[in-house]
Nanobody, 116 residues
């Protein structure tokens, strides 16, 4: 069984930064891609950023130039560096992992609130 555990959420003022971490219980090499999603109450879950095993990255248009996804293989941890945060970035952020056999795993989520 694969477990994903997010951390790093919290309350931040507009223009501030946060770094989310996702600890993966298995080696990051087992996954074809690792992603961050977010969901605001009453809205659909949105894909924020993806990092593939080939080290390619994709971002939602709304976060391009502000967010950076990365990973540290030795720690089996994936990060989401969030800069210049806006109130519309407020959501629960979820870590997601997909294996090469297309099995998917989710973390429990971490709340990010951007407010003055």
């Amino acid at each position: 069984q694969v477990r994903l555990e997010e951390s790093g959420g919290g309350l931040v003022q507009p223009g501030g930064s946060l770094r989310l971490s996702c600890a993966v219980s298995r080696s990051a090499f087992l996954f074809s891609d690792l992603s961050w999603y977010r969901q605001d109450p009453g809205k659909q879950r949105e894909l924020v950023a993806t990092l593939t095993q080939a080290a390619t990255t994709t971002y939602a248009d709304s976060v391009k130039g502000r967010f950076i996804i990365s990973k540290e293989d030795a720690l089996s941890t994936v990060y989401l560096q969030m800069n210049d945060l806006k109130p519309e970035d407020t959501a629960v952020y979820y870590c997601h992992a997909r294996t090469f056999s297309l099995r998917e795993f989710w973390g429990q989520g971490t709340q990010v609130t951007v407010s003055s």
